[in-house]
C-alpha cells in the first residue's frame, strides 16, 4: 500500500518524469521548427498505418522512455500535420503555441470543469473565456454560455434551449410519449447551411426533414423574402416554426447570411433567432469586417469555434446563449451526490446546470492561455493575414486560364474549380459531346488533382459541391500560412491539372 514515503508504484518518480517531460518538450519544439517541412500527409498506404499499431493488449507494462519511443517513431510519422502552413483541409485551427503547455497543466491538475468545488478555478477561467468571447465579436458580455467540444455539439445545445423556450415542445418528463404535437421546424439556407444543424435536428428526435432548406441568393447567402414565404406556408400547414438558423462564415465559401434582415423576421414572428458562427463570426473582432456581421448581436444564441480561427487545438466550441436563464430551464437538474457539504454561494456556478454534460475536461485553460498571449490586436493581425491568403489565391485563379472563380472571396475559405481553357469554351458554346460528360469529366479532374497533391504531401486540402458540381476547396485557417505557401501549392494545382487533363482527356471521349 501507498504511503506518504512510498508513493503509489503507478506513478513515476520525479527525477524520471522530468526527464521524460524535458524529452517531450524538445519533442515538441523540434515538431513546430520542422512542421513547413514534413510531408503534409503521411507518405504510406492505410495497409502500413494499421500494421504499425497491430498489437496485442500489453500484459506488463513498459518504461515509460520505451512509450514515448513509440510515440516518436509511430504516431509522429503517420499523422497528418494539421499545424502544417500547407494543411488546407475542412476548417482546423493550426494549435496556438502555449495550448500544449496549458493542456499539460490541465491534465496534471485534473479538474472537473462540470461544477464549482471540483474546479473552482477551472470554472472561472471558462466563465472569463465566454465574458471575452462575447465582447470580442460584438455580443453582449453578460451573456451565458459554455466551451463544448465544438460546433455539433454547441449547435445541439443552441437548439435544444431554442425549442424548449419557444414551444410545447416538453420532452424531460414524458420523452417522446404524450399529445399529438405539431411538427417543429427550423429553417437555414439550402447551400451553405451546416450539416451539424442536421445532425442536431436528428439527435433531438425532430427528424431531419424538420430542417427546412430556403433557397439561397447568387452570393449563396439566403434569400429572406422566400424564408419569409417558407414561414408562412408552413405555418398555414399546421406546423410551429421555432428556429432560424443564419450562417456568419459558411463551411465552402464564407458566406455571411443576411443577419440584420433575418433578425427583423425572427422579431417580428417571435422565433429564435441562432446564429451559426462556428467558421467564421471571430471575424467580427476586426473592425474592417465587423460591419459585414451587422445583426449577429441580435441573435439570440451564437456559436463559434475557438479551435477554428482562433487556431486552438482540438477540441474547443463555444455556444453564447443571450438569456442564460434559458440554458438553466433547459439542462438544469438535481441529484443529492453533486451537493457537496461545502455551503453553496450566489458566486459558485456548476456547469452541468447550464450544458449537456456533467464531466467536462478543462477545455478553457488553453483558449485562456492563447487570448492572453495574443490579445484582441495580435489575433486581429493572425485574421488579416488570413482574409489576405485566399484573396491572394483569388487572384491567382483569375489570372489563370485554366482555372474558373466560382464565388468572390470573403473570408478565408475559397472554393475554386480547375477547368481547362477549351473546355471553358466548351460549357459556353457546348460541343457536339453532351455538356453533362464534360461536367462529369471535369468533377473526376478535380478531384484527381486534389488527391494527387494531398499522396504527395505537399499540401492538403479538399474537394466541395459548389452548385453541383465538384470544386477545390482551401480553408486558410493557420497562423502560419503565407502568401508563398498559397503560390506553391496553387502552382502544383496547376501543374497536376495540366498532367492529368493530357492523360485522360482522349479516354474520356473529349475533345482533345
Given at each position: ?5 512510498d508513493?503509489s ?5 520525479p527525477d524520471?518524469?522530468?526527464?521524460l517531460?524535458?524529452r517531450t518538450?524538445?519533442l515538441?519544439?523540434?515538431?513546430y521548427e520542422d ?5 503534409v500527409?503521411?507518405?504510406a498506404e492505410p ?6 499499431f ?12 520505451s512509450?514515448l519511443?513509440?510515440v516518436e517513431?509511430?504516431?509522429l510519422?503517420y499523422a ?7 494543411y ?27 461544477g464549482?468545488?471540483?474546479a473552482?478555478?477551472g470554472?472561472e477561467v471558462?466563465?472569463?473565456c ?9 455580443y453582449p458580455?453578460?451573456?451565458?454560455g ?6 455539433t455539439?454547441a ?8 425549442l ?6 416538453e420532452?424531460?418528463?414524458p420523452?417522446?410519449?404524450?399529445d399529438?404535437r405539431?411538427?417543429?421546424t427550423l429553417y437555414?439556407a439550402?447551400?451553405e447551411?451546416?450539416s451539424s444543424v442536421?445532425?442536431?435536428a436528428?439527435l433531438l ?5 424538420a430542417?427546412?432548406?430556403?433557397p ?9 423574402e422566400a424564408l419569409?414565404a417558407m414561414l ?6 399546421g406546423?410551429?416554426?421555432f ?18 434582415t433575418?433578425a427583423d ?9 441562432h446564429?451559426d458562427g462556428?467558421?467564421?463570426?471571430v471575424?467580427?473582432?476586426v473592425p ?10 441580435r441573435?439570440d444564441?451564437?456559436?463559434?469555434d475557438p479551435?477554428?480561427?482562433?487556431f486552438?487545438?482540438?477540441e474547443?466550441?463555444a455556444v453564447l446563449?443571450?438569456d ?8 438544469a ?14 458566486e459558485?456556478?456548476d456547469y452541468?446546470?447550464?450544458g449537456?454534460q456533467?464531466?467536462r475536461?478543462?477545455?478553457a485553460l488553453k ?6 498571449h495574443?490579445g484582441?490586436?495580435?489575433y486581429?493581425?493572425?485574421?488579416r493575414e488570413?482574409?489576405?491568403?485566399a484573396e491572394h489565391l483569388d ?7 485554366d482555372f ?5 472571396p470573403?473570408?478565408?475559405i475559397?472554393s475554386?474549380?480547375?477547368?481547362p ?5 466548351a ?6 459531346v453532351p455538356?453533362?460528360?464534360?461536367h462529369?469529366?471535369l468533377d473526376r ?5 486534389t488527391d494527387?497533391?494531398?499522396e504527395?504531401?505537399?499540401a492538403?486540402l479538399?474537394t ?5 458540381r ?11 500560412t503565407?502568401t508563398?505557401?498559397i503560390?506553391?501549392?496553387f502552382e502544383?494545382l496547376?501543374?497536376?491539372g495540366a498532367?492529368?487533363d493530357a492523360a485522360?482527356?482522349?479516354s474520356?471521349?473529349l475533345?482533345?
Amino acid at each position: 500500500m501507498a504511503s506518504a514515503d512510498d508513493p503509489s508504484p503507478a506513478d513515476i518518480d520525479p527525477d524520471t518524469f522530468r526527464e521524460l517531460g524535458y524529452r517531450t518538450v524538445d519533442l515538441i519544439a523540434d515538431y513546430y521548427e520542422d512542421v513547413e517541412d514534413r510531408p503534409v500527409y503521411p507518405q504510406a498506404e492505410p495497409a502500413e498505418i494499421v500494421a504499425a499499431f497491430d498489437e496485442p493488449l500489453p500484459e506488463d507494462g513498459e518504461d515509460p522512455a520505451s512509450v514515448l519511443d513509440a510515440v516518436e517513431e509511430r504516431v509522429l510519422p503517420y499523422a497528418t500535420h494539421n499545424p502544417s502552413p500547407r494543411y488546407f483541409g475542412f476548417v482546423m485551427g493550426s494549435g496556438t503555441p502555449l495550448a500544449p503547455l496549458a493542456e499539460a497543466v490541465a491534465a496534471t491538475v485534473n479538474m472537473n470543469a462540470g461544477g464549482w468545488h471540483p474546479a473552482p478555478s477551472g470554472t472561472e477561467v471558462e466563465r472569463r473565456c465566454v465574458r471575452w468571447l462575447a465582447e470580442a465579436v460584438g455580443y453582449p458580455a453578460d451573456t451565458g454560455g459554455l466551451l463544448t467540444s465544438g460546433g455539433t455539439m454547441a449547435n445541439v445545445t443552441a437548439l435544444l434551449s431554442a425549442l424548449r423556450d419557444g414551444t410545447d415542445y416538453e420532452t424531460r418528463g414524458p420523452g417522446l410519449q404524450g399529445d399529438d404535437r405539431p411538427r417543429y421546424t427550423l429553417y437555414m439556407a439550402d447551400h451553405e447551411g451546416h450539416s451539424s444543424v442536421v445532425r442536431a435536428a436528428d439527435l433531438l428526435n425532430l427528424g431531419r426533414d424538420a430542417v427546412r432548406l430556403v433557397p439561397s441568393d447568387e452570393d449563396f447567402t439566403m434569400d429572406v423574402e422566400a424564408l419569409e414565404a417558407m414561414l408562412e406556408a408552413d405555418a398555414a400547414d399546421g406546423d410551429a416554426p421555432f428556429c432560424v438558423v443564419g450562417q456568419a462564415g459558411s463551411i465552402n465559401v464564407s458566406a455571411i447570411d443576411p443577419l440584420s434582415t433575418i433578425a427583423d423576421v425572427c422579431a417580428e414572428r417571435d422565433l429564435w433567432f441562432h446564429v451559426d458562427g462556428a467558421c467564421g463570426a471571430v471575424g467580427a473582432m476586426v473592425p474592417e469586417f465587423a460591419p459585414r456581421y451587422d445583426g449577429m448581436e441580435r441573435a439570440d444564441s451564437v456559436t463559434l469555434d475557438p479551435h477554428k480561427w482562433l487556431f486552438v487545438p482540438y477540441e474547443c466550441g463555444a455556444v453564447l446563449v443571450r438569456d442564460q436563464s434559458v440554458l438553466a430551464r433547459t439542462f438544469a437538474m438535481d441529484a443529492a451526490y453533486l451537493r457537496g457539504s461545502v455551503a453553496e454561494t450566489p458566486e459558485e456556478f456548476d456547469y452541468y446546470e447550464f450544458g449537456p454534460q456533467m464531466s467536462r475536461g478543462f477545455r478553457a485553460l488553453k483558449l485562456w492561455t492563447s487570448l492572453k498571449h495574443y490579445g484582441l490586436e495580435g489575433y486581429r493581425t493572425l485574421l488579416r493575414e488570413s482574409v489576405d491568403c485566399a484573396e491572394h489565391l483569388d487572384a491567382r485563379v483569375r489570372a489563370h486560364d485554366d482555372f474558373a472563380a466560382v464565388q468572390e472571396p470573403n473570408l478565408y475559405i475559397y472554393s475554386f474549380r480547375y477547368v481547362p481553357a477549351d473546355l471553358q469554351d466548351a460549357l459556353a458554346d457546348p460541343p457536339a459531346v453532351p455538356l453533362e460528360r464534360v461536367h462529369q469529366y471535369l468533377d473526376r479532374l478535380n478531384q484527381g488533382i486534389t488527391d494527387s497533391v494531398v499522396e504527395n504531401g505537399l499540401a492538403f486540402l479538399t474537394t466541395t459541391t459548389i452548385h453541383g458540381r465538384r470544386s477545390l476547396r482551401m480553408s486558410v485557417c493557420n497562423h502560419r500560412t503565407t502568401t508563398e505557401d498559397i503560390d506553391a501549392v496553387f502552382e502544383a494545382l496547376a501543374e497536376t491539372g495540366a498532367d492529368l487533363d493530357a492523360a485522360w482527356r482522349e479516354s474520356a471521349s473529349l475533345p482533345v
